[in-house]
């Protein structure tokens, strides 16, 4: 079973300060991970993955994330935030093997403060 | 590429009425997952399409069922709809083999009245 846990469901920064959400997850298989990022009204959108290669994984608009298998995390960050950050991340987890279902967390909502 | 297409964008259903969703996955893509997203919840997965089966399936009800066509294009069916069901249900696509991201639609929200 895999499981995904998401620490705050609501982080708040200023504008040009590092963005930090959390995610760990809980997989009795070797894991793929996702962030993924939803604007209101939106679908979302992959912001990064990792699938087993390089454990810091860089993705679109700046942000990264390292997987840590010792401490079973995942966290994204993004050294400067920007006002156009605002939205909705998702951490998600599946298992690595084939078309595996993704499983979510509970979402964490930023709000970039100007 | 239009990417992942889903319709309608919005709908509202009553208590008791059947309602179908419908998503066009990217082009190069033959595997369609459905997930369900309830207000201030991360998507939870119905279901699992490929060669026109049901290939995996989540704790969701047989209210909830699907087909797949042989364009790769699915629908999403929901029966005798409870109020629950409201909620924003995404289209996902991906091609065979799997090892790469799935790409998301933009959601059809339905209300349930």
């Known amino acids: 079973a895999q499981s995904v846990t998401q620490l705050g469901s609501h982080v708040s920064v200023s504008e040009g300060a590092l963005v930090l959400l959390r995610c760990n997850y809980s997989s009795s298989v070797p894991p793929y991970l996702f962030w993924y990022v939803q604007y209101p009204n939106q679908g979302l959108q992959l912001l990064l993955k990792?699938?087993?290669?390089?454990?810091l994984v860089k993705g679109i608009n700046g942000f990264e994330a390292e997987f840590k298998k010792s401490e079973t995390s995942f966290h994204l960050t993004k050294p400067s935030a920007h006002m156009s950050d605002a939205a909705e991340y998702f951490c998600?987890?599946?298992?690595?093997?084939?078309?595996?279902?993704?499983?979510f967390g509970k979402g964490t909502r930023l709000s970039v403060i100007a | 590429d239009a990417g992942v297409t889903q319709s309608p964008t919005h709908l509202i259903k009553t208590r008791g009425q059947q309602v179908t969703l419908r998503c066009s996955p990217k082009?190069?893509?033959?595997?369609v997952s459905w997930y369900q997203q309830a207000l201030g919840q991360g998507p939870q997965f119905i279901f699992q399409y490929y060669e026109e089966e049901e290939r995996q399936r989540g704790n969701f009800p047989d209210r909830f069922s699907g087909h797949q066509f042989p364009n790769y294009s699915s629908e999403l069916n929901v029966n005798a709809l409870l109020l629950g069901d409201s909620a924003l249900y995404l289209c996902?696509?991906?091609?065979?083999?799997?090892?790469?991201?799935?790409?998301f639609g933009q959601g059809t929200r339905l209300t349930v009245v």
């Open positions: 996902a696509s991906s091609p065979v083999g799997g090892n790469t991201e799935a790409f």
């Open positions: 082009s190069g893509h033959d595997t």
């Open positions: 998600a987890v599946s298992a690595a093997s084939g078309n595996t279902p993704l499983v």
């Open positions: 990792y699938t087993s290669a390089a454990t």
